[in-house]
DNA sequence: GTCACATCGTCGT
DNA sequence: CGATGTGAC
């Protein structure tokens, strides 16, 4: 939920950001946002459990904007739940739920469209599509830690302890936890919205003097948090008028004089939401985090310096014992079963870099940054920028923010300067040939010739070739790249390295036992709107969709791979019906007509080859993980191209029950006692497995049209055919997250991405 | 002006 | 998740 409404609120503290600004910084993400965007672009395949990698590339298209501007990413993930948010868990996993209803029963009446909507809320981003994505990032040499609770907390802790100087997110809660820097909006472009710590009081409206970092947190909880529900009544501007309005330091006995100072006589302030609301500040000022540096769990304030009762931090996580803590920030265990799902370790000479498959627009695929796993890994120092802020929180409250660990002799004569180079930036005026940033940071404004404002296109194309040709042999500077020769670094000796891995191929097989069957039962009750009725009401017999393309038949489907198959709920009966959510595969294998390979004729593959932009195919998900799966010949993650493709062939070899290998997106909690019905889309849970087995009624089929697919798609390959070599340059130029052209700049959005650039101001100086 | 609540969009083509 | 619109005070 975050803070509702901060975003907004801060807009004073914020600016127009782009990611060369912030060249050769270390910046943390909460991956989540990624993921959970980048999922709604395959959000029928994750929900019916089909393999697809569109969200992981999504992911890895930010990833390599952040590479190709010199900045060294860390991906951070969120890990278990804290009790505190039980609440708010239950309440998507319901919301998912009811999702997940209406879609199927939209589905169920013809209305694909309608359906897909809702298909999309209903995704949930599971720790193995995280997982997915950490691998692709391990073979790029790009740093992941999945935290032990809440991502948030972990970024702020990394952008405390000086490792990351900026952190990327969506969410407004990164604010009250701390952060210095954070860039909301980040696009593809690579523009975003900075908020900066520092700013909060100008924000507020409050005199530097007298704010203080408390006094904000204090506002936002107030105002109603994940941990704690506001006063009814209380929103954003009700709880700045308190926090402004009291001068009494002891929180507890302020809120008690909430009514007198909000005029709301008829608010009652009681001791639970006293006792609460001190249990969400410690919360958010001391959850328990991961310190990849000392390889061990803190938290991210220590109780003890700020003199917060241990009591209270209750709802603030507990700690796991080293090893086990290592396991899951590496991402080698799912946070929910502590399941082992891989054996990843950093100082293990067998899970090194590898490089990603990646398109050739970036050959260099393994990045030379210093991961923050290896054993004496130094913080890239802070920007002066950020250097004078954390010198700011330090002068303002000494105890909750240190300084940057290691001081850089680089940067003591570049702070005044970076101001300058601040209003240049936001003005849209930049050099052409953009120095070195530790350099860049020192020049000043009379020795430099960023007068001339350039073209922001021109910018862009010009870093991001810079970032593809660099090569350690290039004279030009990267900050992160690791110097095995440079004196600050040393290897780490042999008895520092922690033991790689005490997993063995049986201990680490924990998919091996999985024989997953889970179903859900819908009750098609949920009424439409009157609206959707109406403009739906003849169009549903007219729809044309994959999902009622698969003919009719109902055999039942025998599992062929798991050597534990799934077992009573997949009974012949139960799958003959319900459809609808099942794969194209799937129900091909349903009619039996399954081959028992999947060859694709190299022809097909020539079209997507061939194209500027291929698909970036990576290793099949259950690579490294010994699931005791069959593994499938040549499957891997394919394009949507390619499963179309298949489909149009009608080669497709995957089984119905198949698509469960690679975890589906994890559906809500079957709502019990729910009585079975005709029609009705099931899922049954069976010990803990996530194998999502969802069919469709025999019936309802027949009432349906079924319109070739065929016709379908060859409407779409008419539009691809269509697409010039402009369009397709414009893709590739995407995925290096170059603005696509001057012909492009005519289209909308990238027009007012444009403007957000500066050209506004830029125009407005001359 | 402020807040609560519902609804929509997030991608990609 | 945020953004937006609407209706209630």
């Known amino acids: 939920m975050g803070i509702t409404g901060l975003i907004p609120f801060l807009e004073k503290a914020s600016r127009k950001c782009h990611l060369r600004d912030l060249r050769g910084q270390c ?39 952040l590479l190709a501007n010199e900045i060294k990413p860390i991906l951070v993930f969120d890990g278990r739940h804290l009790p505190a948010k039980a609440g708010t868990e239950a309440k998507r996993r319901e919301s998912r739920d009811s999702s997940k209803k209406r879609a199927a029963e939209l589905l169920r009446m013809g209305k694909v469209e309608e359906a897909k909507s809702f298909l999309r809320r209903c995704v949930d981003i599971t720790h193995s599509m995280a997982l997915e994505l950490i691998r692709e990032c391990r073979k790029r040499n790009v740093d992941c830690v999945v935290a032990p609770y809440e991502a948030d907390a972990q970024l702020a802790f990394l952008n405390k302890k000086g490792i990351a100087q900026v952190v990327i997110t969506e969410d407004s809660d990164l604010m009250l936890f701390g952060c210095s820097k954070v860039l909301f909006k980040l696009d593809l472009t690579g523009s975003g919205l900075l908020i900066e710590r520092e700013k909060l009081a100008v924000a507020m409206g409050c005199k530097e003097e007298k704010f203080t970092f ?35 330091t002891d929180i507890r006995r302020a809120l008690g004089k ?11 302030v009681s001791e639970e939401y006293k006792d609460n609301f001190l249990k969400a500040d410690a919360t958010f000022r001391h959850m328990v985090v991961y310190d990849p540096t000392e390889r061990k769990q803190t938290r991210l304030n220590d109780p003890e310096e700020v003199g917060t009762d241990p009591e209270l931090c209750c709802n603030a996580g507990t700690f796991l014992e080293d090893k086990i803590a290592l396991q899951l920030a590496l991402g080698n265990v799912d946070p ?118 350039v073209n922001f296109d021109e910018v862009q194309a010009l870093e991001a070739m810079e970032a593809l040709e660099a090569s350690p042999s290039k004279t030009k500077r990267n900050p992160f790249v690791v110097n095995s020769t440079s004196s600050n670094r040393r290897s780490a000796p042999a008895d520092q390295l922690l033991s790689p891995t005490k997993l063995t191929p049986e201990t680490s097989s924990l998919l091996r036992n999985v024989s ?36 009719a038949a109902s055999t039942s489907v025998s599992p062929k791979t798991a050597p534990t198959t799934p077992k009573k709920s997949s009974s012949p009966l139960k799958q003959e019906s319900n459809l609808y959510l099942m794969s194209p595969e799937a129900k091909l294998a349903h009619r039996g007509e399954q081959t028992p390979t999947k060859k694709r004729k190299s022809s097909e593959r020539t079209e997507i080859s ?14 490294q993980v010994d699931s005791g799966f069959v593994e499938e010949p040549e499957s891997g ?34 709502s019990a006692g729910q009585n079975e019905d005709a029609g009705v889309v099931k899922m049954e849970e069976e010990d803990d497995d996530d194998v999502v087995e969802i069919v469709e009624t025999k019936e309802v089929k027949t009432e349906l049209p079924v319109v070739s697919s065929q016709t379908m798609r060859s409407s779409a390959a008419e539009t691809k055919a269509g697409s010039s070599s402009q369009q397709k340059k414009n893709v590739a130029c995407r995925r290096v997250g170059l603005a696509k052209g001057k012909a492009v700049k005519d289209t909308g959005p990238t027009q007012s991405k444009l403007s957000m650039f500066g050209f506004q101001k830029k125009s407005q100086l001359k």
């Not at 969200?55 to 930010?62: A, E, W």
């Not at 009750?525 to 169009?539: D, G, I, Q």
């Not at 291929?614 to 099949?620: H, I, L, N, Q, R």
Request: glycine residues 6%.
């Open 27 to 65: 910046v943390a993400i909460d991956s989540y946002c990624w993921l959970h965007k980048g999922a709604f672009a395959c959000a029928e395949k994750l929900v019916r459990g089909e393999a697809t990698d569109v969200h992981i590339q999504y992911c890895l298209k930010f990833v390599n904007l």
């Open 214 to 248: 408390d006094k904000f947190r204090y506002m936002c909880i107030l105002s109603g948090c994940d941990y704690l529900d506001s006063l009814p009544g209380i929103g954003l501007a009700k709880a700045k008028k308190f926090v402004l309005t009291t001068e009494d």
């Open 610 to 623: 061939d194209s500027p932009n291929p698909p970036c195919k990576v290793e099949p998900a259950v690579e």
């Open 637 to 670: 993650f394919s394009s949507s191209q390619k499963e179309n493709e298949d489909e149009q062939k009608g080669t497709s070899s995957r089984l119905a029950l198949d698509f469960g290998r690679k975890e589906p997106a994890r559906f809500g909690r079957e």
């Open 516 to 551: 997953p069957v889970k179903r859900i039962e819908f009750k098609p009750t949920e009424k439409l709107s009157r609206f959707k009725r109406t403009v739906f009401a003849n169009e549903g017999q007219k729809i044309i969709s994959r999902f009622f393309s698969a003919g």
């Open 336 to 453: 929910f079963s502590m399941k082992q799902l891989d054996n990843f370790h950093p100082d293990d000479p067998g899970c090194q870099p590898t490089g990603g498959k990646t398109s050739s627009w970036n050959q260099s695929s393994v990045t030379k940054h210093a991961s923050v796993w290896k054993t004496n890994y130094v913080p890239r120092p802070a920007a002066p920028d950020i250097r004078q802020n954390f010198a700011t929180q330090t002068s303002q409250k000494p105890k909750e923010f240190i300084k940057r660990p290691v001081p850089n002799p680089d940067f003591e004569e570049g702070e005044k300067n970076e101001t300058i180079d601040d209003v240049l930036h936001a003005y849209g005026i930049k050099p052409k040939d953009d120095p070195p940033p530790l350099k860049r940071l020192c020049l000043t404004l009379s020795t430099d010739k960023r007068t001339k404002p």
């Open 258 to 268: 909430i009514p007198a100072y909000l005029n709301m006589r008829q608010l009652q």
